[in-house]
């Protein structure tokens, strides 16, 4: 079994968000304020401890909603920390790969020697996609998705490019 790296007051803050933000909840809360509102209004008991408006009821209903609050808002706090090590794990993932992918890149327009002028066409445009990405790669991107797009899409165009590079490296080489 893993061991729950969390401090005792993170387990609190997560183990009541997960509690309040249950239909179990819903469910035992909505009877405990039904059974009020009946035990108050109906005279079949002869006790009212709480007579309409409730006023009794609304201040337990504050002071539930005060505690509950922090709990929360710590329990999303500590998400929000560990979402953003995530993307922050992810970037710099894509940021090798992408490196990765221009080196190999250098490497192969260094390795293709052919004269036809199609070709140069088609290393020229493989050299911008190539410039493109590092631009991209340089730049602190704040919208990962739109980054992750712009990525998959050069990578795309990249491939084609490719593609086309080595049939016509394959045409010269059976000259």
């Not at 929000?80 to 490196?99: P, T």
């Not at 199609?118 to 050299?127: G, I, S, W």
């Not at 911008?128 to 602190?140: P, R, S």
């Not at 593609?163 to 394959?170: E, F, P």
């Amino acid at each position: 079994m893993a061991h729950d790296e969390r401090t005792l007051q993170q387990r609190v803050s997560d183990g009541v968000t997960h509690f309040v933000g249950s239909w179990r909840f819903i469910f035992l809360f909505s009877a405990v304020l039904m059974t009020w509102v009946v035990i108050n209004t109906a005279v079949l008991f002869g006790t009212q401890f709480d007579p309409y408006p409730f006023i009794l009821m609304n201040l337990m209903l504050s002071f539930v909603a005060a505690f509950q609050a922090p709990f929360i808002m710590m329990s999303q706090n500590r998400s929000e920390v560990k979402q953003d090590a995530a993307y922050r794990g992810l970037f710099q993932e894509i940021k090798e790969l992408v490196h990765r992918s221009i080196d190999i890149e250098e490497k192969m327009m260094e390795m293709i020697q052919i004269d036809h002028e199609d070709e140069v066409k088609y290393r020229t445009e493989l050299a911008g996609l190539t410039l493109a990405i590092k631009e991209m790669v340089e730049i602190d991107h704040s919208d990962e998705v739109q980054y992750k797009r712009e990525i998959s899409q050069l990578t795309k165009e990249m491939s084609e490019v490719k593609a086309i590079l080595l049939k016509l490296s394959d045409q010269q080489s059976t000259r």
